[in-house]
């Protein structure tokens, strides 16, 4: 169990904490520059996570002075769509309380970096003015949903994002802590106000995060089986028949501790058109009354339906629900939609996405981005939606205006889809240093100069224009989602990754890891005997890492060995 100092855990803290509240207020109002270890956890509840400059903490440390603290805050975003008026609030309050960047995620929400914790309060009622909310984007409770990002105006896409509104509104917590303690809300002094309630979470809120995405097998962008719940939306004709429950994904690990493992969610049941809410209500409370408090390592729900098997799991939601359920049904092949470029949306109007390397909206001496998005969103007030891929897409735009759009961006500098290769168009990568506490590595900063180089040895091998997938984080913990492409390279220790292939682009298959500890500046010449391997014997159309998958790790290894002895560090 993971202890907060003076032998206390998450789970007491959780507990005694009424609804959120903890100490949070009165650690806001001292004059240190950080919460009590304690309200640490709990703020993450409040999308809000304490750490510091890593770059500079060497140096200060040196000087004999304090880390420089500063906060990462989350906006939950349900299928990430926002109007132009809440973008470019949140673009202001970037510039005034962040970094001056915003930080598309890997789940379609936003994230402020280098708050200070004087400006925690200013951020967060800035938020709530374009009434967005911070509540439960982090924390042992119900994250942000996600959902295939395309607005295409038919009902299978209206739909989708409708659901997943009503999915993220349903499990959010009920606690008025949030308002009390951040917006100035009625304070209670004592705790909960009388009769405030967690109908669902109860004292303890559940056993460690817990993620929901909802896609359709045509458009899997989201990754839909890496969710501890990922629900798969079945349309027949235009009309929704129902959707599978696939329980139990999840990406975590931790190098070296087999017993935690990244796994995909198995598809376990199928619900009809208007079970969604409460099947899904089912799941969470399964997790809440069976999932591991008591190592938090062994808590996500992916290990309580291996550990159970998913027999088990289906007889358990039936006995919550009160009624049979059916058994999943076949699902076809899942797809992955490119929602880059003008798209129409079947209205007249048209959609544009616009890449945004490793989701951070910036401002460099090359490109505007960010005010080149802002002057965009200003003039055309698009609906916006960030995708799963960090991207943003406007929306309902006229054609004329999508073109004009990307001839302004050009003249900021900014480079579209068009611009770039498909390794850097489909890659990813987790913010990692300065700002995350767990990166072992470097991701965000190394992924334009290390995609250029794979992009160089896929040119090499004759095979420049290959659609693969290239996914690499600064730790094990898999927030890129490393583990669900066809190449994951993940922090190992400073400097070196390690390499996984064998994923599908249709995020179906996870890949394995190729090798252990790979030197940064190897990476792309351990892969291109691979691509060279690739070009020759691939059948058809298979995809890399369909091909890496067939002929096996013995034979890739071999190839690496006879081609770059070097390569591998032990
Ligand atoms: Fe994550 C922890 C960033 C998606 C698995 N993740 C963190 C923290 C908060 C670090 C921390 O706990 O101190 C990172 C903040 C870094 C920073 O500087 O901002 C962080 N995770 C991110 C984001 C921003 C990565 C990105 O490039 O966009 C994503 C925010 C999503 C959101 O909007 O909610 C993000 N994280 C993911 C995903 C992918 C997904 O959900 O689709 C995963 C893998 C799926 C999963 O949950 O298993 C993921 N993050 C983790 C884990 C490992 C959880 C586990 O079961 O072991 C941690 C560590 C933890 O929870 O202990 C973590
Ligand atoms: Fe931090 Fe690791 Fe997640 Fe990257 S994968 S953001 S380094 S926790």
């Not at 959780?14 to 207020?25: E, F, P, V, Y």
């Not at 060497?58 to 989350?74: P, Y």
């Not at 987790?430 to 160089?456: F, K, N, S, W």
Request: glycine share 10%.
């Amino acid at each position: 169990m993971a202890k907060l100092g003076k032998g206390v855990t998450v789970e007491q803290v959780k507990h005694g904490s009424h609804h959120l509240r903890g100490g949070i207020a009165t650690s806001l109002a001292a004059a240190d520059a950080g919460f009590a270890p304690g309200d640490q956890a709990l703020i993450k509840f409040h999308g809000l996570y304490e750490g510091y400059d890593r770059d500079s903490a060497t140096a200060l440390k040196q000087r004999g002075e304090d880390k420089a603290h500063q906060f990462m805050a989350r906006v939950r975003i349900p299928g990430g769509r926002l109007t132009a008026a809440q973008y470019l609030e949140l673009d202001r309050l970037a510039d005034l309380y962040g970094n001056a960047t915003l930080r598309i995620t890997t789940r379609q929400a936003i994230q402020f970096h280098g708050v200070l914790k004087i400006e925690l309060k200013e951020l967060l009622a800035g938020i709530d003015s374009v009434l967005l909310t911070t509540l439960a984007a982090c924390g042992d409770v119900v994250r942000n949903v996600t959902t295939t990002p395309a607005p295409i105006a038919d009902g299978v896409h209206r739909r989708l994002a409708e659901d997943a509104r009503r999915l993220s509104s349903h499990f959010l917590p009920r606690t008025g802590a949030y308002r009390e303690i951040w917006l100035d809300g009625e304070p209670v002094a004592a705790g909960p106000a009388d009769g405030e309630e967690e109908p669902l979470y109860g004292a303890n809120y559940l056993p460690r995060k817990f993620k929901i995405g909802l896609a359709t097998p045509d458009d899997n962008s989201i990754d839909v089986l890496t969710n501890d719940l990922g629900i798969i939306a079945l349309f027949e004709g235009g009309q929704l028949t129902g959707y599978n429950l696939a329980l139990g994904g999840g990406l975590g690990m931790t190098h070296n501790k087999p017993k935690t493992y990244p796994r995909l969610a198995t598809p376990i049941v199928f619900v009809g058109a208007d079970g969604l809410i409460a099947a899904a209500d089912a799941v969470v409370r399964l997790q809440r009354d069976h999932g591991d408090r008591a190592d938090r390592k062994h808590a996500r729900l992916k290990y309580l339906v291996d550990d159970k098997g998913p027999a088990w799991i289906k007889a358990q939601l039936e006995s919550y629900l009160g009624h049979a359920l059916e058994p999943a049904r076949p699902m076809p092949r899942f797809r992955i939609v490119d929602h880059l470029g003008i798209h129409d949306q079947g209205d007249g109007k048209c959609y544009l996405g616009i890449p945004v390397p490793s989701g951070r909206v910036a401002d460099s001496a090359a490109a505007q981005l960010r005010a080149g998005l802002n002057a965009v969103i200003r003039h055309y007030a698009p609906s916006i939606v960030l995708t799963p891929w960090q991207d943003i897409i406007l929306a309902d735009l006229d054609r004329d205006a999508a073109v004009a759009v990307e001839a302004a961006l050009h003249a900021r500098g900014v480079r579209l889809a068009g611009d770039m290769t498909p390794v850097e168009r489909w890659s990813l990568a987790c913010p990692a240093l300065p700002t995350c506490g767990l990166a072992l590595t470097e991701a965000e900063r190394v992924r334009q100069p290390l995609m250029e180089q794979i992009a160089d040895a896929l040119a090499e091998a004759g095979i420049p224009d290959e659609l693969l997938s290239v996914r690499i984080t600064g730790c094990p913990n898999g927030c890129a989602r490393p583990y669900a492409g066809d190449i994951g390279i993940v922090g190992r220790m400073p400097g070196f990754y390690a390499l996984y292939v064998g994923g599908d682009f249709a995020g179906t298959r996870m890949n394995s890891q190729l090798l252990d500890k790979v030197a940064m500046g190897e990476i792309a010449v351990t892969l291109a005997p691979l691509f060279r391997l690739f070009a020759a014997e691939r059948i058809a159309e298979e995809g890399f890492g369909d091909f890496c998958h067939r002929v096996g790790l013995n034979r890739l290894r071999d190839e690496v060995a006879a081609a770059r002895p070097a390569a591998v560090a032990v």
